[in-house]
T-cell receptor, first 114, second 113 residues
Framework: GAGVSQSPSNKVTEKGKDVELRCDPI?????LYWYRQSLGQGLEFLIY????????KSGLPSDRFSAERTGGSVSTLTIQRTQQEDSAVYLC????????????FGDGTRLSIL | QKEVEQDPGPLSVPEGAIVSLNCTYS??????FMWYRQYSRKGPELLMY??SSGNKEDGRFTAQVDKSSKYISLFIRDSQPSDSATYLC?????????????WGLGTSLAVNP
């Protein structure tokens, strides 16, 4: 079946612009995660959605970052007023159950801020 | 000091070699260990996970955990060029969930034909 789908695969934008990154999880997966992967930094947890529960936003680095998940399926990560340090690969993952199940990752969005 | 240390490599081996990839950690509460493989420009994919000390085998892959030394390893037997990728370790306490995973930086492996 289809895996986790992310779009766009690449995004280049100017500093100060807003960007929206999309994640379409595996059908039926109730848990959804966003991560950021930078060179030399490893995976950095950003935000977690589980069913209808309030999201865990504890990893968001600033109030310029926000995310929503509509209808328990597709999620959008929004970065406002982008900065050069936001350049990274943004990965989305989904899993079944309560969040203890193994995560399945998409191929990410490579974001470059000029 | 990072909670999880992983040598970034690169590690280059000939085809057919046995590969040993390692992570050390400092938090004795970590009990759930995972290995992910990440090909270039792709997302990580789960290879193996284990809850306990000892060995776990899956085909050419063996995951080993030594809690007394706070050291985990992934062994790849009869390595193939298709194994060329970055290997990430991840771990967390048994209580909690995967949004609290602590990730290593990854080791880049090249298997040369």
């Amino acid at each position: 079946g289809a895996g986790v789908s992310q779009s766009p695969s690449n995004k280049v934008t100017e500093k100060g612009k807003d960007v929206e990154l999309r994640c379409d999880p595996i059908s039926g997966h109730t848990a959804l995660y966003w991560y950021r992967q930078s060179l030399g930094q490893g995976l950095e947890f950003l935000i977690y959605f589980q069913g209808n529960s309030a999201p865990d936003k504890s990893g968001l680095p600033s109030d310029r970052f926000s995310a929503e998940r509509t209808g328990g399926s597709v999620s959008t990560l929004t970065i406002q007023r982008t900065q050069q340090e936001d350049s990274a690969v943004y990965l989305c993952a989904s899993s079944t159950g309560t969040g203890n199940q193994p995560q399945h990752f998409g191929d990410g969005t490579r974001l470059s801020i000029l | 000091q990072k909670e999880v240390e992983q040598d970034p490599g690169p590690l280059s081996v000939p085809e057919g070699a046995i590969v040993s990839l390692n992570c050390t950690y400092s938090n004795s509460a970590f009990q759930y260990f995972m290995w992910y493989r990440q090909y270039s420009r792709k997302g990580p994919e789960l290879l193996m996970y284990t809850y306990s000390s000892g060995n776990k085998e899956d085909g050419r892959f063996t995951a080993q955990v030594d809690k007394s030394s706070k050291y985990i390893s992934l062994f790849i037997r009869d390595s193939q060029p298709s194994d060329s990728a970055t290997y990430l370790c991840a771990m967390r306490p048994l209580t909690g969930n995967n949004r609290k995973l602590i990730w290593g930086l990854g080791t880049s492996l090249a298997v040369n034909p």
